[in-house]
T-cell receptor
């Protein structure tokens, strides 16, 4: 079955510390991978995406993610977080053959404190 | 560009009433998506259109839900009659290009509360 898993529902971290948000998927076909961020009472904004090519993808706001095909993972990282990074982060996948259907993970709440 | 525009931003209604949510996609985008976000089920795709034609409505929960796209700049999602379990945030998103990897741009959402 095709699925997307974000194991961590919440990740607390201190400001200026590094963070990794985990995303794994299950698929027998190739995929396109996305990370979206949702700030309170706002819509979703694309952070970065992987379609093909280099497995290390850099996005906005200093975030990056690495596609690992053997581990079917697409973890999101930032070397030093800010208070303003506090938000909900969603991993999403398009499984080829499913046309345009984005399948979202359940989200990870990143809480940055001083 | 103003981005994807949704109205209203908040809607409170009573069970049994008709609710209409509206979306204006980004100009030039030929794909439009409707999503629903709840605590229990997360983000779900309800339906999407390409060039104003519904392509996949398999996510529409039941016959009480309907969606239309009469032209390239306007879409509606209607719930009739509404029920308390329909309470959620409804997002509209649009995209240009035929590739699945093209970015979907989301609107700010409509928070629906059905009492």
């Amino acid at each position: 079955a095709q699925s997307v898993t974000q194991l961590d529902s919440q990740v607390p971290v201190f400001e200026e510390a590094p963070v990794e948000l985990r995303c794994n998927y299950s698929s027998s076909v190739s995929v396109y991978l996305f990370w979206y961020v949702q700030y309170p009472n706002q819509g979703l904004q694309l952070l970065l995406k992987y379609l093909s090519g280099s497995t290390l993808v850099k996005g906005i706001n200093g975030f990056e993610a690495e596609f690992n095909k053997s581990q079917t993972s697409f973890h999101l990282r930032k070397p030093s977080v800010h208070i303003s990074d506090t938000a909900e982060y969603f991993c999403a996948v398009i499984f080829t053959g499913t046309a345009s259907k984005l399948t979202f993970g359940t989200g990870t709440r990143l809480q940055v404190t001083l | 560009d103003a981005g994807v525009i949704q109205s209203p931003r908040h809607e409170v209604t009573e069970m049994g009433q008709e609710v209409t949510l509206r979306c204006k996609p980004i100009s030039g985008h030929d794909y439009l998506f409707w999503y629903r976000q709840t605590m229990m089920r997360g983000l779900e795709l309800l339906i999407y259109f390409n060039n104003n034609v519904p392509i996949d409505d398999s996510g529409m929960p039941e016959d009480r839900f309907s969606a239309k796209m009469p032209n390239a700049s306007f879409s509606t999602l209607k719930i009739q009659p509404s029920e308390p379990r329909d309470s959620a945030v409804y997002f509209c998103a649009s995209r240009s290009g035929a590739l699945g990897g093209d970015t979907q741009y989301f609107g700010p959402g409509t928070r629906l509360t059905v009492l």
